[in-house]
Antibody, heavy 118, light 109 residues
Framework: DVQLVESGGGLVQPGGSLRLSCAASGFTFSNYWMSWVRQAPGKGLEWVANIKQDGSEKYYVDSLKGRFTISRDNAKNSLYLQMNSLRAEDSAVYYC???????????WGQGTLVTVSS | QSALTQPRSVSGSPGQSVTISCTGTSSDVGAYNWVSWYQQRPGKAPKFMIYDVSQRPSGVPDRFSGSQSGNTASLTISGLQAEDEADYFCCSYAGSHYVFGTGTEVTVL
C-alpha cells in the first residue's frame, strides 16, 4: 500500500525556518512527481510546490516569493520542504502528495501542522 | 492563480442527487481536461475521487461522476448517502502548477 508520512511540523516564530520531511513507501518513489499541498485552519486547499522525478524541475505557487524550496532524495524515498522567512499566514497543515499529471495528489499523507506565532 | 469558484454549500436528502460546480478560466479548467475532485471529512486528509474530469480511481463508488463544459467542471453525487457528508474540493492543472477550488460543504439532510 502507498504510504506517505510527514514530519517536521511544529511551532515556529515569525521569520523563522522549518524543514518538513515526507517518507514514502509502497511505490517506486523515483517514478513520480511529488507535491506539497497546505490547508490553513478552517480554510481550503492550496497547492504549494511540486518536483519532477529526478529533481530537475520544480514549480511553486507564486505567492511564496522564493521563501520555500522543495527537494527530494530518491535513495531515501523522501521528499522535503524547506520553509524560510515564515509568516503567520504560512500556518497550516502541510500534506505530502504523490502527483500524476491529472492530479496533484492521488495519494496523501496525514499531514503535519505548522504554526507560525510569537 | 486565483482559486476556482465553488458554491459554499449544497444539501440533499438521502437518495437524492446533488451537483457541485467548479468555475475557473480559460487558463485552467477551460485549457486542460485535467480537473480532479477530492472529498475531505473533518480532521482527515483529502481523498482522491475523480480525475481527468470524469474518471474514478478504483474503489470510488460509481454514484460519484464528473463532467465539464467550457470553464466549468461539475461533480454529481447520485443516490446521496449519509457517508457522503463532507467537504469537496475541485482542482485543475494550470500549466506547471495546480489551482484548487474554494470548497463545498455537502450536507445530507
Amino acid at each position: 500500500d502507498v504510504q506517505l508520512v510527514e514530519s517536521g511540523g511544529g511551532l515556529v516564530q515569525p521569520g523563522g525556518s522549518l524543514r518538513l520531511s515526507c517518507a514514502a513507501s509502497g511505490f517506486t518513489f523515483s517514478n513520480y512527481w511529488m507535491s506539497w499541498v497546505r490547508q490553513a485552519p478552517g480554510k481550503g486547499l492550496e497547492w504549494v510546490a511540486n518536483i519532477k522525478q529526478d529533481g530537475s524541475e520544480k514549480y511553486y505557487v507564486d505567492s511564496l516569493k522564493g521563501r520555500f524550496t522543495i527537494s527530494r532524495d530518491n535513495a531515501k524515498n523522501s521528499l522535503y520542504l524547506q520553509m524560510n522567512s515564515l509568516r503567520a499566514e504560512d500556518s497550516a497543515v502541510y500534506y505530502c502528495t504523490r502527483t500524476i499529471v491529472a492530479s496533484p495528489g492521488d495519494f496523501w499523507g496525514q499531514g503535519t501542522l505548522v504554526t507560525v506565532s510569537s | 492563480q486565483s482559486a476556482l469558484t465553488q458554491p459554499r454549500s449544497v444539501s440533499g436528502s438521502p437518495g437524492q442527487s446533488v451537483t457541485i460546480s467548479c468555475t475557473g478560466t480559460s487558463s485552467d479548467v477551460g485549457a486542460y481536461n485535467w480537473v480532479s475532485w477530492y472529498q475531505q471529512r473533518p480532521g482527515k486528509a483529502p481523498k482522491f475521487m475523480i480525475y481527468d474530469v470524469s474518471q474514478r480511481p478504483s474503489g470510488v463508488p460509481d454514484r460519484f461522476s464528473g463532467s465539464q463544459s467550457g470553464n466549468t467542471a461539475s461533480l454529481t453525487i447520485s443516490g446521496l448517502q449519509a457517508e457522503d457528508e463532507a467537504d469537496y474540493f475541485c482542482c485543475s492543472y494550470a500549466g506547471s502548477h495546480y489551482v484548487f477550488g474554494t470548497g463545498t460543504e455537502v450536507t445530507v439532510l
